[in-house]
């Protein structure tokens, strides 16, 4: 699992795209499809179009990250295709990564605060 800073958003690109991209041509991507700042400290994935490989861009501040990950069996449970992205949580990005389908998760709601009689 990748510890993100709080307040770092992740950014998931619906669209596959080659996973021939490297560095510069994500981070272009970044700009093109996400309409976000490569440079901004956000996290940005991307899958490829058997949905098995997805890629993720950061940067931490000092260079660019690209992390990757490719399932030996299954996909990466993804939105449907259209343009454009979702903002994810830190908690679905874990079970993205994970290769768990995190739209059916509900987080839980918050626990109540004890009223004194």
Do not use: N
């Not at 992740?10 to 440079?39: H, I, K, N």
């Not at 901004?40 to 950061?58: E, I």
């Not at 343009?83 to 709601?109: F, H, I, K, S």
Request: aromatic share 12%; proline share 8%.
């Amino acid at each position: 699992m990748i510890a993100l800073a709080p307040g770092t958003k992740v950014y998931l690109a619906c669209r596959p795209v080659s996973m021939r991209y490297g560095f510069d041509g994500l981070a272009a991507l970044v700009g093109q499809v996400l309409e976000a700042d490569p440079f901004s400290g956000h996290l940005f994935l991307f899958r490829s179009k058997r949905a098995d490989y997805l890629k993720c861009l950061y940067w931490d501040g000092t260079g660019l990250c690209l992390f990757a990950k490719r399932l030996e069996a299954g996909k990466f449970v993804w939105p449907p295709i259209t343009d454009g992205g979702l903002v994810l949580t830190p908690a679905q990005l874990g079970l993205l990564l994970e290769a768990m389908d995190w739209r059916r998760t509900v987080a839980p709601e918050a626990p109540r605060v004890p009223v004194a009689v």
